[in-house]
């Protein structure tokens, strides 16, 4: 459907992604169409996976989250086994924000929020390096938040 996807499609989805809030009547207002006519258009585009969902962005440290952890991950095997299996876990791990199977020195890397470097600490021996397979792991406290969950340019 991408080819498919005209300026006002294009143009829903910009707004949609810097303001899921938006009533269905002020999109319409902003893309110059109908409200009906919108309301199909953005159906379709949820329809088709375009739009994923859409949820509050929660502030890290109104909820005791203000430390930013990125752990990377390197399993004993590299074998489609071994990835399925963690994944598997990880998949369910309520203290994992984001995975990433990645190439280079690592294979995954995890981003974790937690409370303070001790919080973190906790977590790491209790649960980080009970998951399966993990060999080792590097973790990188982020000093500085530049840029987070920016929206895509297309």
């Known amino acids: 459907m991408t080819e498919n996807l ?17 009533s269905n009547a002020d999109l319409a207002e902003q893309v110059n169409v109908s409200p009906a006519t919108c309301h199909r258009r953005t159906q379709r585009l949820f329809d ?11 502030d890290p440290v109104k909820v005791d989250r203000s430390a930013l ?3 990377g991950v390197v399993l004993d095997r590299s074998t489609p086994q071994s990835f399925a299996e963690f994944e598997e876990v990880i998949r ?8 990433h199977l990645v190439a280079g020195d690592f294979d ?4 974790i929020r937690a409370r303070d470097m001790a919080d973190f600490n906790k977590l790491h021996g209790e649960k980080l390096i009970a ?9 990188f406290f982020v000093m500085k938040e530049v840029t987070d969950n920016a929206p895509l340019q297309f």
């Open 108 to 111: 995954y890397f995890l981003k």
């Open 48 to 58: 088709h996976g375009y739009v994923q969902g859409v949820r509050a962005q929660v």
């Open 6 to 22: 005209d300026r006002i499609d294009r143009k829903i989805l910009r707004l949609l992604q810097s303001d899921g809030r938006l």
């Open 92 to 99: 369910k791990a309520d203290f994992i924000l984001d995975c």
């Open 131 to 139: 998951l399966p397979g993990v060999r080792q792991t590097r973790t």
């Open 69 to 71: 952890v990125i752990v």
